[in-house]
């Protein structure tokens, strides 16, 4: 009756200690499995943070690629209209005359 306690509570002992060596196994399975992640995600922050400054930069280039044609239109406009003033006025004097 011995053996039979004592095979059993040995069974019972390397039940308990497969039972640990797969919770110690799953874990840091687990925890290798978020260090990963963790990696993955600062790799996409940098990433997302590079692109935001690139996209800041094209913004600013093409603002002030706007500014100098709005700029230059409103020149242009205001000469075109100087130089139909100027026409109109002629075109009257030569019309009076």
Known sequence: MELDEA???????????KLWENKLKS????????QIERKNLKLQQ????????????????LQ???DKMAKALKVGI???????RINTVVLFLTCQE
């Open 7 to 17: 095979t059993i509570t040995k069974k019972k002992e390397e039940r308990e200690i």
């Open 27 to 34: 874990f840091k399975e687990k925890q290798n499995s978020s």
């Open 46 to 61: 940098k990433k997302l943070e590079q692109e935001l400054k690139d996209s800041k930069v094209r913004h600013k280039e």
């Open 64 to 66: 002030k690629e706007v």
């Open 78 to 84: 205001f000469r075109c209209f100087n130089c139909l």
